[in-house]
C-alpha cells in the first residue's frame, strides 16, 4: 500500500495540497507516493513558470520515466508563485520524497481555489484501496 500523508488534500489524479504553513491562502502541490510509483523512475519533469494560471484540473506539466509521459494536473485553481527548481537538476526526488522534497509548485488560490474539492487522506485511502480492488 502506497504511504499517503496525513497532512495533505488529493485529487482523483493523485496530486497532493498542501495549505503553505508560512502563507495564507497558498498551497504547495506535488504528486502522491501512490503517483511515483505508477510512474516507475522519473527521469524529466516540466513544470510551469511564475506567473501562469491554472484552473482545478488542468495540466500544469509533466512528468518523464523511461516507459512514458504523464501530465501532472493541478489540483486547485489559482497563480503559480513558485517552482522547484530542484526537480530540474533532480526529478528522482519526486519517487524519493513526493510530499517533502519532491513538491512542484507553490500556488496563490483563486476566489475559489476548490480545495473542498479534494480528498482527505481517508477518503484518499478508501479511494486507492477501490482502485487496487478494481
Do not use: C
Not at 19 to 35: H, K, L, M, Q
Request: proline letters at 7%; charged letters at 30%.
Amino acid at each position: 500500500m502506497s504511504n499517503v500523508d496525513p497532512d495533505r488534500f488529493y485529487s482523483k489524479e493523485h496530486e497532493w495540497a498542501l495549505p503553505d504553513p508560512d502563507e495564507d491562502g497558498v498551497v504547495i502541490v506535488g504528486v502522491s507516493d501512490y503517483a511515483a510509483e505508477q510512474l516507475g523512475d522519473i527521469v524529466m519533469v516540466e513544470l510551469p513558470a511564475v506567473g501562469d494560471t491554472f484552473d482545478q484540473d488542468e495540466p500544469f506539466g509533466t512528468v518523464e520515466s523511461p516507459k512514458s509521459v504523464s501530465e501532472v494536473f493541478s489540483p486547485v485553481s489559482g497563480e503559480v508563485i513558485a517552482v522547484n527548481d530542484a526537480l530540474e537538476d533532480a526529478p528522482e526526488l519526486v519517487n524519493d520524497s513526493p510530499y517533502a522534497e519532491g513538491w512542484m509548485v507553490k500556488i496563490r488560490l483563486a476566489d475559489d481555489g476548490g480545495m473542498d474539492a479534494l480528498m482527505s487522506a481517508t477518503d484518499y485511502e478508501a479511494f486507492l484501496e477501490d482502485l487496487e480492488e478494481s
